[in-house]
């Protein structure tokens, strides 16, 4: 059985920093492209950071680029997000998301595409990062 686990999430002040972990479980981790999603209140999800199954390849939203980044360790099946300078407008649950690699054409052009998706193998249940002004 597959297991998808977020955890870090956090009530923090504006500026301030937070790190984001997914864990998973059942699948065999660096055969899957890997993502963070966000939903605000109100909002669709939107993909905000993506990686390749190499690590390689890392996309980030432009609501979050030089602030935010995405990394993996395949020996410890963890996805990790780095959070910094923390705005209001990311308050949100964070989603993390686990996509196999076959219908990618490449790890290095993985992040985009998985970004861009709103289908994907496996979800994890999300964690809630509230920031507060």
């Known amino acids: 059985q597959v297991q998808v686990l977020e955890s870090g999430g956090d009530l923090v002040q504006a500026g301030e920093s937070l790190r984001l972990s997914c864990t998973t479980s059942?699948?065999?981790?660096?055969?899957?492209?890997m993502g963070w999603f966000r939903q605000a209140p109100g909002k669709e999800r939107e993909g905000v950071a993506c990686i390749g199954w190499t690590g390689g390849g890392a996309y980030y939203a432009d609501s979050v680029k030089g602030r935010f980044t995405i990394s993996r360790d395949n020996a410890k099946n963890t996805l990790y997000l780095e959070m910094n300078n923390l705005k209001s407008e990311d308050t949100g649950t964070y989603y993390c998301?686990?996509?196999?690699?076959?219908?990618?054409?490449?790890?290095?052009?993985?992040?985009?595409?998985?970004?861009?998706?709103?289908?994907?193998?496996?979800w994890g249940k999300g964690t809630l990062v509230t920031v507060s002004s």
């Open positions: 059942g699948l065999r981790f660096d055969d899957y492209v």
């Open positions: 998301a686990a996509d196999a690699y076959f219908s990618y054409v490449s790890s290095h052009r993985a992040g985009p595409a998985l970004c861009g998706k709103t289908n994907v193998d496996y």
